[in-house]
């Protein structure tokens, strides 16, 4: 096995954009994903960035990705991660890449000291929410 999980460069504008293209289809959002390369290179490797992105490559070839910022609770007086997209390319689902690149979230909670680590799911997407259960994220209906 040989998977790397590294943070994104702005080199990888064009992937991300792939990343998240394939997302929309397979969430049937497609419509609604408007981003650029632009966007991604203002907004990811600007002057102040406030969203960030892992890459995960398996065998040196990319395969998936997690776009993240950071949150705040009043009530914790503390930061979280908010996970804004993850995605794996089907032909490296089953591989651990998943997983991987929630656990390397959840480490940079766990070492920031931060409160929080959430995200949304479809409701209706099966196999996204039997994979967040199996890696012990609970469901909240509020």
């Known amino acids: 096995m040989s998977l790397v999980i590294r943070s ?8 991300i954009i792939r990343f998240i293209a394939a997302l929309a289809e397979y969430e049937k959002l497609s419509h609604e994903a408007k981003a650029s390369e632009a966007d991604i290179l203002r907004d990811l ?11 995960a490559e398996w065998q040196g070839k990319p395969v998936g990705f997690s776009l993240w910022f950071y949150t705040y609770s009043t009530f914790q007086g503390r930061h979280g991660i908010w996970l804004e997209d993850l995605f794996v390319d089907p032909e490296a689902r089953g591989l651990g890449v998943g997983k991987a690149l929630l656990v390397n979230l959840a480490q940079r909670c766990v070492w920031e000291g931060l409160g929080r680590f959430g995200w949304w799911g479809l409701d ?3 196999p996204s929410i039997a994979f967040y259960k199996s890696q012990g994220g609970v469901m909240q209906d509020e």
């Open 124 to 126: 209706w997407n099966e």
């Open 45 to 55: 490797f600007g002057a102040n960035p406030k969203v960030f992105c892992e890459i």
């Open 8 to 15: 994104a460069a702005p080199d990888d504008a064009a992937l």
